[in-house]
């Protein structure tokens, strides 16, 4: 089945390292995202891909990086210099021009210890 | 500024018992409106995409309906399952990206 696979579902981190999270998809999907949930409110845009190779940055980018090496794969990276880390985060994708809307991942809750 | 304002914050139903999630909005340019349902600990699940005012959407108790200004999701009848959070999302002309509300937190008791 075709899907959006996030790995792993809980994630822990010391505070001054650097973690990265997964997203794979086979969908063929060509735009990939990162959103930030907090508790209680909606999701915010980290980073987006329309294409292998370019990303843009969405509203909240900094401390964030991704890279977009291959179609399937848009890992996220979160670092030391995200003061707020602890949140849960949410990889999407969709065609093209995503007006059927996006397709989500189970999400990765990720805790800062 | 473009944004997407959701209310209740919370509603809490009697099975049976219908009602009306609203989503209002301000973008420059209406591409699409998404709405999504969200169980705990999970990624939203697409419910509908509307594109112009007046389209109307249904699945099941579930009907979306769109104006100029806004959005509703009509729930007739509920269920315990249709418990959930129902997040919705709006996409401009302008720019391939969605903006987000905060989401309505249904709770439906048998």
């Known amino acids: 089945d075709g899907g959006i696979t996030q790995s792993p579902k809980y994630l822990f981190r010391k505070e001054g390292q650097n973690v990265t999270l997964s997203c794979e998809q086979n969908l063929n999907h060509d735009a990939m995202y990162w959103y930030r949930q907090d508790p209680g409110q909606g999701l915010r845009l980290i980073y987006y891909s329309q294409i292998v190779n370019d990303f843009q940055k969405g509203d909240i980018a900094e401390g964030y990086s991704v890279s977009r090496e291959k179609k399937e794969s848009f890992p996220l990276t979160v670092t030391s210099a995200q003061k707020n880390p602890t949140a849960f985060y949410h990889c999407?994708?969709?065609?093209?021009?995503?007006?059927?809307?996006?397709?989500f991942g189970s999400g990765t809750r990720l805790t800062v210890v | 500024e473009d944004q997407v304002t959701q209310s209740p914050e919370a509603l809490r139903l009697q099975e049976g018992e219908s009602s009306s999630l609203n989503c209002s909005y301000t973008v420059s340019g209406l591409r699409g409106l998404f709405w999504y349902r969200q169980d705990p600990g999970k990624g939203p699940e697409f419910l509908f995409t509307?594109?112009?005012a007046g389209e109307e959407k249904e699945k099941e108790r579930l009907k979306a309906t769109l104006t100029k200004k806004e959005s509703f999701l009509h729930i007739t009848a509920p269920k315990p399952e249709d418990s959930a959070t129902y997040l919705c999302a709006v996409q401009a002309y302008n720019f391939n990206k969605f903006y987000f509300g905060s989401g309505t937190k249904l709770n439906v008791k048998p």
């Open positions: 999407a994708s969709s065609m093209g021009a995503s007006l059927y809307g996006y397709t």
């Open positions: 509307l594109y112009s």
